[in-house]
T-cell receptor
Framework: GESVGLHLPTLSVQEGDNSIINCAYS??????FIWYKQESGKGPQFIID?????DKRQGQRVTVLLNKTVKHLSLQIAATQPGDSAVYFC????????????FGKGNQVVVIP | GEEVAQTPKHLVRGEGQKAKLYCAPI?????VFWYQQVLKNEFKFLIS????????ETGMPKERFSAKCLPNSPCSLEIQATKLEDSAVYFC????????????FGQGTRLTVV
């Protein structure tokens, strides 16, 4: 029979190591991107954003890289901690007229203590 | 308020019953968005508001779904005659302004249709 449930791409990372999560976006006209973190039972939480006139932006322990040529976005988390275990989503804003976000598929990060 | 507040947290409805979900955006935010998340994965955009006016409803199913944002009241999303496939977590988000700006999400309402 069919399997039920959803298997997300999962990254298992040792505590203290760096994590890299990748995202391919769909619309070359998109000019604003956000990474969200979603913990179980909670809503998406903003991590970092980047505009299309930049190719890199750094926050606290996180870095977002944008490659517009290949429509690729990545999130790097430095010194991953147990609290970083969550599902991570990239989102693109392809219509600045209405700030509507298109979300990518989630990537699960599991931090091993 | 300082955060997007959604109620109820959980809602169970029999097939064919009505479901009504509420969202209070962050005070001062003019834009409200509703998204549907199925199976903990993809988010589907439903509708957005600029204050009490519908801004973009291209994601709303034509039948059974409706939404409002009235002055001095929480925004609401209503599903008439729920179906099993409406089971999902419904998220509301708000943003300060239009275009290229962060949207803040609520904790969601989990709707289970049985």
């Amino acid at each position: 029979g069919e399997s039920v449930g959803l298997h997300l791409p999962t990254l298992s990372v040792q505590e203290g190591d760096n994590s890299i999560i990748n995202c391919a976006y769909s619309n070359s006209a998109s000019d604003y991107f956000i990474w969200y973190k979603q913990e179980s039972g909670k809503g998406p939480q903003f991590i970092i954003d980047i505009r299309s006139n930049m190719d890199k932006r750094q926050g606290q322990r996180v870095t977002v890289l944008l490659n517009k040529t290949v429509k690729h976005l990545s999130l790097q988390i430095a010194a991953t901690q147990p609290g970083d275990s969550a599902v991570y989503f990239c989102a693109e804003n392809y219509d600045t007229e209405n700030n509507r976000l298109a979300f990518g598929k989630g990537n699960q990060v599991v931090v091993i203590p | 308020g300082e955060e997007v507040a959604q109620t109820p947290k959980h809602l169970v409805r029999g097939e064919g019953q009505k479901a009504k979900l509420y969202c209070a955006p962050i005070k001062g935010h003019s834009y409200v968005f509703w998204y549907q998340q199925v199976l903990k994965n993809e988010f589907k955009f439903l509708i957005s508001f600029q204050n009490e006016n519908v801004f973009d409803e291209t994601g709303m199913p034509k039948e059974r779904f409706s939404a409002k944002c009235l002055p001095n009241s929480p925004c609401s999303l209503e599903i008439q005659a729920t179906k099993l496939e409406d089971s999902a977590v419904y998220f509301c988000a708000s943003s300060l302004r239009q275009g290229n700006t962060e949207a803040f999400f609520g904790q969601g309402t989990r709707l289970t249709v049985v």
